[in-house]
């Protein structure tokens, strides 16, 4: 079965400053998806970032990055400018090639901003 | 992509009741999720709905507790059965458009107090 783990419970940065949220998993599977969600106390889960992983090139949206190392089944996300609306829980999580909509989540890492 | 809606919000219930949560989405979908959040933990998959048969229930979860109803392409409902204090929890609505290999979307979800 696979797994996903969040080793950070909470993380703190400053504006403007940038910030890395660590994700390990365990897997047999060639063929899946990685994501992170993030989670605002509106509740609503918002996908951040989704990295496939027959890609090589690590995925980019605007400030969010994430280092992707297939070998070491690490799986991390960069938040650059860190802004205060940034502030939030945010969940990696992994898909199986083929199975839609079952995501495993990590437990969690909270993060927030300091203005 | 996907517009989810969930009803209730939110809902304080007394133990021994049953609640139904009800979901809606404003495009056909194959397969619709729900998942369960409890308080300060992670998303947990509870069971699979596809139109027109009975939903796939995760390891930990039975059909008796969480009865899933499908009629159609863009409803689903989750009815939390003999509810206790331990299924307090955030349960949210999932759908995966246009195919397994897409992006996820959630719905706002639905806060169960249990008293």
């Known amino acids: 079965a696979q797994t996903v783990t969040q080793s950070q419970p909470e993380m703190s940065v400053q504006e403007a400053e940038t910030v890395t949220l660590s994700c390990t998993y365990d897997t047999s599977e060639s063929d899946y998806y990685l994501f992170w969600y993030k989670q605002p106390p509106s509740r609503q889960m918002i996908l951040v970032i989704r990295?496939?992983?027959?890609?090589?090139q690590n995925a980019t949206e605007n400030r969010f990055s994430v280092n992707f190392q297939k070998a070491a089944k690490s799986f991390s996300l960069k938040i650059s400018d860190s802004q205060l609306g940034d502030a939030a829980m945010y969940f990696c999580a992994y898909r199986s090639y083929n199975q839609g909509g079952k995501l495993i989540f990590g437990q969690g890492t909270e993060l927030s901003v300091k203005p | 992509s996907a517009v989810i809606s969930q009803k209730p919000s939110r809902d304080i219930c007394q133990r021994g009741t049953s609640l139904t949560i009800q979901c809606q989405v404003d495009s056909q979908v194959t397969m619709m999720f729900w998942y369960r959040q409890q308080p300060g933990q992670s998303l947990t998959l509870i069971a699979t709905?596809?139109?027109?048969?009975?939903?796939?229930?995760e390891s930990g979860f039975v059909i008796d507790k969480f009865p899933i109803s499908r009629p159609n392409l863009t409803f689903s409902t989750l009815t939390v059965s003999n509810m206790s204090p331990e299924d307090s929890s955030i349960y949210l609505c999932?759908?995966?458009?246009?195919?397994?290999?897409?992006?996820?979307?959630f719905g706002p979800g639905t806060r169960l107090t249990v008293l």
């Open positions: 999932s759908v995966v458009p246009g195919g397994p290999y897409n992006e996820q979307f």
């Open positions: 709905a596809n139109q027109g048969s009975e939903a796939t229930y």
């Open positions: 990295q496939e992983a027959y890609k090589q």
